[in-house]
Antibody, heavy 120, light 107 residues
C-alpha cells in the first residue's frame, strides 16, 4: 500500500523552530517530486513547498520563503520541512503529498497530516 | 501568482441532485486543473486530473470539464458519501494555488 506518514508537529512558541518529517512507503520515493500543503483550522488548502526528485529544484510560497526549508533523503524514503521563525499564522495541519508529474502534476497520495500550533 | 476563484462557497443539495461547481483562474492554465474532495478530519482525495480525467477508483458520477480559465466539476447524481468540501487546484505554475473550497451540504 502506498503510504505517507507525517510526524513532528506540536505546540511551539512564536519565533521557535520545528522540523516535520514524512515517511514514504509502498512506492519508489526517489522517483517523485514531493510537496508540503497546509490547512489552517477551518480554512482552505495552501500549498507550501515542492522539492524535485534529486533536490535540484525547490519552490516555496512567498509567505514562508527564508523561514522554511524543504529537504529529502531518498535513501531513507523521507521528506522534511524545517520551519524557523514560526508565526501564529503558520498554525495549521501540515500534509505531505506525492506529485504525479506524468499526469498533470497532481497530488495523488496524501499523508494524514500533522498539527502545528504556534502560540505562547 | 494565479488566483483561483471557486463558486459557490456553499451548496445545499439533495441526494440524486446534479451538482456543478465552478472554478475560474486569473490567467490561462491550459488543462492544468485538478479537483479534490475533502471530508472533515481527513486528507484531500484526488478526483480529477488534467481538467477532465477521472482518477482511478473514483465513481463515474464525477466529471470535470473546461480549459484555459473556466472549469467545472459536476456530480451527476449526488450520493450520501459525496457530502464534503471540494477544492480546485491549478497545476500549471508556481506557486500551486487552490480555490477557496465549496462545501456541499445536505438540503
Amino acid at each position: 500500500e502506498k503510504q505517507l506518514v507525517e510526524s513532528g508537529g506540536g505546540l511551539i512558541q512564536p519565533g521557535g523552530s520545528l522540523r516535520l518529517s514524512c515517511a514514504a512507503s509502498g512506492f519508489t520515493f526517489s522517483s517523485y517530486n514531493m510537496n508540503w500543503v497546509r490547512q489552517a483550522p477551518g480554512k482552505g488548502l495552501e500549498w507550501v513547498s515542492q522539492i524535485s526528485t534529486s533536490s535540484s529544484n525547490i519552490y516555496y510560497v512567498d509567505s514562508v520563503k527564508g523561514r522554511f526549508t524543504i529537504s529529502r533523503d531518498n535513501a531513507k524514503n523521507s521528506l522534511y520541512l524545517q520551519m524557523n521563525s514560526l508565526r501564529a499564522e503558520d498554525t495549521a495541519v501540515y500534509y505531505c503529498a506525492r506529485d504525479r508529474a506524468l499526469y498533470g502534476n497532481v497530488f495523488d497520495i496524501w499523508g494524514q497530516g500533522t498539527m502545528v500550533t504556534v502560540s505562547s | 501568482d494565479i488566483q483561483m476563484t471557486q463558486s459557490p462557497p456553499t451548496l445545499s443539495a439533495s441526494v440524486g441532485d446534479r451538482v456543478t461547481i465552478t472554478c475560474r483562474a486569473s490567467q490561462s492554465i491550459s488543462s492544468g486543473m485538478a479537483w479534490y474532495q475533502q471530508k472533515p478530519g481527513k486528507a484531500p482525495k484526488l478526483l480529477i486530473y488534467k481538467a477532465s480525467n477521472l482518477e482511478s477508483g473514483v465513481p463515474s458520477r464525477f466529471s470535470g470539464s473546461g480549459s484555459g480559465t473556466e472549469f467545472t466539476l459536476t456530480i451527476s447524481s449526488l450520493q450520501p458519501d459525496d457530502f464534503a468540501t471540494y477544492y480546485c487546484q491549478q497545476c500549471n505554475s508556481y506557486p500551486r494555488t487552490f480555490g477557496q473550497g465549496t462545501k456541499v451540504e445536505i438540503k
